[in-house]
């Protein structure tokens, strides 16, 4: 072991000769600061990437100290190098607040990857900070990035992050759900070692989560992995706390066996203060704890105690307790028992020490910015407060000047709004209004020359053939069928007496002359209390001109045979008019002059006395069903 540490020192102090040598010769050169900014990170990341952590320090200490390195457009991505190598030789607290200082000038960075890594970073070091809001505020923020810089690689390593994080607040849907995505990402890849960090963590989450199948699935694709070629020991040796879960999952107590073995060889090729060697005597130890092999285990916690593992002190404690147990010092497990207990009474007296040492140097903190504060405000205040008397008349003035004539546009606006739309309603009106009666007087019209000009064209040729035999009797058949039609369409014209006749009556009559006139059966029935009496006289005859309006449309448009007419009141005061047919319902032009002028006529009239209509059409025939209150024309 002297030896060995001998030739790394000696080793250590050759290289760095050489990068001062190399560092002077960059400096000699007369080039650019930029470019000679670029060839330090260059070097500084190239020793990084071989583990020569000082020397990488050596050259980023001799970046800083040029004067002009902040003015760089390098300068950025110098901060962002220095801190990450903070974050590999363990000075986490200081790469924190470099990273932080990265921030503001990332907008001014082109290269996406930069800002992954940042944001990456901060997330990884929010989380160890058990600041988890933040964390996944920068592990989102670095996901939005790198799915706008469309890399494969960056997205499997920060959903692999993110399972981690989720992982450990043992939120493990959510990390199921994550390290799903990250595989997915990392198989598109040819990223060899981002897909063998991701089947190694997915094995563990899913064992968490039951599903052994898929955990052994992971493993043996990470193992697979590690073994390719010629092997890697470090990938390897990162495996087996994985396989030794699961197989002991699987009790087959003779893998976990093989695979100790198989660890034990490979620890004589890694460094063993190596982050896979520490994980893998950690494994080991808790295999050697659950196998009865006291000895053994006990061995491996005092190796772990003796160094900076990471591993914290009450489970260790704990841990060396059931090995003295196991091996009868039952003194000394005591000891170790007792102390695993004030281990975890101490880190809780401490954790709430630091914490409150914290909350009051920020609270003194955030004190003396308010006094600063308050000084500065009864300074300006002192200075100011003439002009911002004046200043304040002025502005409420103009307010309230601007607010009146504002208040006053949108009278003029609303009046002349409300004043067109009454316009237009009236024009809408008269419209529909001279339809309707457009409708009529085409209706009569049509009436007049198909009924009475026909017959009075037949009674005129008869006439003149009277010579042929007529007899006068038949003529005057005739001219007393041509009289009935006449009367007829008179009583159309003619509104109904409402002040001396009833609702019912009229409608009563008027199902009777349509049924002897147009050969259809129309039926009328009232359950009304007075006959129709209690109904206004407006809203009687709005009622009377829908049921022509409905019955001719189911006389012409349906070729109905019977008509049914029912009017009674409800118990809630409401009544109810309805009109049924069994004709064909309305088909081809007829449904569309019923949507048209027609139906618009009866809408009208409807809207006239505040009711509702409901209607039906089907080939069985249609249902017109209007209800209204006996006093909504008033």
């Not at 300074?379 to 409420?396: D, F, I």
Request: hydrophobic share 40%.
């Amino acid at each position: 072991m002297i030896t060995h540490m001998q030739t790394l020192i000696f080793r250590r102090v050759v290289f760095l000769f050489c990068c001062f040598v190399s560092a002077g010769a960059l400096e000699a050169e007369e080039c650019p600061v930029d470019t000679l900014l670029v060839r330090f990170y260059e070097k500084a990341a190239t020793l990084m990437g071989e583990g020569e952590y000082d020397s990488a320090q050596y050259y980023f200490d001799r970046v800083f100290s040029i004067p002009e390195v902040e003015r760089s457009s390098v300068y950025p991505v110098l901060l962002n190098e220095q801190a990450t190598l903070f974050i590999y030789v363990g000075e986490e607290e200081k790469s924190f607040e470099m990273k932080k200082r990265v921030l503001p000038y990332l907008p001014r960075v082109d290269d996406l990857e930069k800002h992954i890594s940042v944001y990456n970073d901060l997330g990884i070091l929010y989380r160890r900070k058990h600041m988890q809001d933040s964390a996944v505020y920068y592990y989102n923020k670095a996901l939005d990035v790198a799915l706008r810089y469309d890399d494969e690689s960056w997205l499997a390593h920060l959903n692999m992050n993110l399972s981690v994080f989720y992982f450990n607040l043992k939120r493990y849907d959510d990390a199921e759900i994550c390290i799903d995505r990250a595989l997915a990402h990392a198989l598109k890849t040819d990223d060899k070692y981002v897909t063998f960090c991701v089947w190694q963590v997915r094995a563990s989450i899913k064992m968490e989560a039951g599903k052994t199948d898929e955990a052994g699935h992971s493993i043996r694709e990470a193992w697979r992995l590690a073994s390719e070629g010629e092997g890697n020991p470090e990938w390897q040796i990162r495996c087996t706390p994985g396989l030794f879960r699961f197989f002991g999952q699987e009790k087959q107590n003779d893998s976990i066996d093989y695979y100790l073995r198989l660890g034990n060889s490979l620890l004589e090729k890694l460094p063993e203060t190596s982050i896979p060697v520490i994980g893998f005597i950690q494994a080991r130890a808790k295999v050697y704890l659950e196998q009865g092999r006291y000895t053994e285990a006990l061995n491996d916690f005092l190796w772990l105690r003796g160094r900076s593992t990471g591993t914290d002190f009450h489970t260790l404690f704990d841990a060396m307790a059931h090995c003295y147990h196991g091996l009868g010092m039952h003194q000394k497990a005591f000891v170790y028992m007792d102390s695993a207990r004030m281990w975890t009474d101490s880190l809780v007296v401490k954790n709430l020490a630091e914490q409150m040492a914290q909350f009051e140097a920020r609270y003194h903190a955030q004190e003396q910015e308010l006094k600063i504060s308050r000084l500065q405000e009864q300074v300006l205040e002192k200075e100011t407060e003439v002009l911002k008397v004046a200043v304040s008349l002025t502005v409420v003035l103009a307010l309230v000047i601007v607010v009146l004539l504002a208040v006053r546009q949108k009278q003029k606006t609303a009046e002349r709004r409300v004043e067109r739309l009454k316009q237009e309603k009236e024009l809408e009106s008269a419209r529909r209004y001279i339809e309707g009666l457009e409708v009529e007087c085409r209706r009569f019209a049509c009436e007049l020359h198909d009924g009475i000009a026909n017959e009075l064209l037949g009674l005129q040729l008869k006439i003149e053939g009277a010579s042929s035999g007529v007899s006068p009797l038949e003529l005057s058949g005739e001219i007393g069928k041509l009289r009935e039609e006449v009367r007829t369409i008179s009583h159309e014209l003619m509104p109904p007496e409402f002040e001396l006749t009833g609702l019912d009556e009229i409608l009563s009559r008027y199902a009777e002359a349509v049924s002897r006139n147009v050969g259809c059966k129309v039926v009328y029935h009232s359950e009304m209390e007075y006959g129709g009496d209690e109904i206004p006289s407006r809203t009687a005859y709005e009622l009377y001109r829908i049921v022509q309006e409905l019955t001719m449309n189911s006389v012409k448009h349906s070729n109905a045979t019977t008509i049914e007419i029912s009017l009674h009141s409800e118990a809630s005061g409401r009544c109810r008019l309805q009109v049924t047919d069994d004709g064909q319902g309305m088909t081809g032009n007829s449904e569309e002059d019923h949507q048209g002028i027609g139906l618009r006529t009866v809408s009208e009239r409807v809207k006239a006395i505040q009711g509702h209509l409901d209607f039906e059409t089907s080939v069985g025939g249609s249902v017109f069903i209007l209800t209204f209150n006996l006093c909504g024309d008033e």
